[in-house]
């Protein structure tokens, strides 16, 4: 089999980590018993591009245990597990091509890796995959009945290329299903980026000025959680409706160049490039510790940073210090690379339960039904979603109300009115 991983002795810890998360995963496990029995995806090859954590190992499992003959590449170069990888490679026989840390030739080797095993289905968290399958590895065009796509940044590449008649196959938004972007870009990120931001510098949120840049279902969770921890929080916006939520959230909105000059920390969301810049940078106060958790490094101006800056080091793992001409010292986290997954551990399994069940039942719905579907990018089918959340509910051992017949007509009638 072939792999490229960093350390196959990382197994037995790899395994451990991915029993703790499977706990957590209910919905998934459900749907594994179940793909156990009738292997929905037989003899169909899935190459996956997303985050290599405990969490996609649990996927993995999920995929192969319906018959598919699974492999993986990292979603992004710094949120590879190198023990998760490890396990899906030396316990589960799964080929895993990805190291935390590599570079960028060889994070697109990886992914010319798992492309070279010919995929039925690409699943993506970024649309990286897709975007080298329509550009430089056409040929593989044919095998493809159709892709799911993980996250906010993704599909709205997708949506691009399906504008631009480029799109070549169908495509799940996964991120679209209700039982996705309301929990993992909310709760999800919410939790995991403070927890990023806490590993990595160890410094109290309580009694400090925190900047959220962008207020989509992320920057909600993240806000709403920063306040939680006893942070004044402020928010930046270019949408006015998210920017009037945030304000009757209870948060100050104010243009960055504003924020800039009181803020302690900060952290983008935004999906766009260049939130952050050197006009912003170079106000900032002595100190001022800098993250983004959106899906691409391109929303803080590192470039600039790195050429304008006196003097940079490495000060903690994975924290650099800049420091300008002026004597200020700019932290950055991470590279300025997705802070969540780089000095934490992504989403908590809970959420990622959810997520990744949609992948699941994604990846069945278009062995499926992709003989039906145009190159477009679809929604998660309603029935997969309420069903996710039924299973999320029975797992949490809530019970809720059904409709009466009388409710049901009532629902369903027009005439009852004052
Ligand atoms: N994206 C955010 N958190 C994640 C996790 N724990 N696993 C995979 N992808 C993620």
């Known amino acids: 089999m072939d792999f490229d991983i960093k350390d196959k002795d990382l197994a037995s810890k790899g395994a451990l980590r991915m029993e703790w998360a499977e706990r957590s995963m209910p919905v998934l496990n459900t749907i594994r018993e179940r793909f156990e029995r009738e292997k929905p995806l037989k003899g169909i090859r899935i190459s996956a591009c997303l985050h290599v954590t405990t969490e996609t190992g649990v996927l993995m499992k999920t995929l192969v245990a319906g018959g598919a003959e699974a492999n993986i590449c990292a979603s992004n170069p710094l949120s590879t597990q190198d023990d998760l990888a490890a396990t899906l490679v030396v316990n589960e026989n799964i080929p895993v091509f990805a190291i935390k840390g590599e570079n960028r030739e060889t994070y697109y080797n990886h992914m010319r890796s798992v492309l070279d095993t010919k995929p039925n289905i690409t699943m993506d968290d970024g649309a990286d995959l897709v975007t080298e399958v329509l550009t430089e590895r056409k040929e593989l065009i044919p095998n493809i009945i159709g892709s799911t796509e993980e996250t906010t940044t993704g599909v709205i590449r997708l949506r691009a290329m399906a504008k631009d008649n480029i799109l070549q196959f169908p495509v799940i938004a996964v991120n679209d299903a209700n039982t996705k972007h309301f929990f993992d870009n909310r709760y999800g990120t919410g939790q995991s980026t403070l927890d990023g931001i806490i590993r990595a510098t160890n410094r109290l949120l309580a009694g400090s ?103 940079k080091r490495e000060i903690r793992d994975l924290v650099d210090e800049y420091t300008m001409g002026d004597g200020r010292r700019i932290v950055v986290i991470g590279g300025g690379r997705l802070v969540n997954l780089a000095t934490a551990e992504g989403h908590p399994s809970a959420v990622m339960d959810m997520s990744f069940a949609n992948q699941a039942l994604a990846a069945e719905h278009l062995v499926n039904e992709a003989k039906n579907l145009e190159k477009k990018v679809y929604p998660v089918p309603q029935s997969l979603d309420d069903e996710i959340a039924r299973l999320k509910l029975q797992s949490l051992g809530v019970d809720i109300d059904s409709l009466t017949a009388e409710q049901e007509e009532y629902l369903s009638s027009w005439q009852f009115g004052t």
């Open 209 to 311: 000025v925190f900047v959220v840049s962008g207020y989509g279902w992320c920057g909600k969770g993240l806000a709403s959680r920063a306040k939680g921890m006893g942070a004044n929080v402020i928010v930046t916006e270019v949408d006015p409706l998210p920017a009037l939520e945030a304000v009757m959230d209870g948060f100050r909105v104010v243009p960055m160049s504003v924020a800039a000059k009181i803020g302690n920390f900060f952290c983008t969301v935004t999906g766009n490039k260049g939130v952050i810049r050197m006009e912003h940078i170079n106000a900032m106060k002595d100190g001022a510790i800098i993250s983004n958790s959106g899906h691409f490094d391109v929303e803080i101006d590192i470039e600039s940073l790195e050429k304008e800056v006196k003097n």
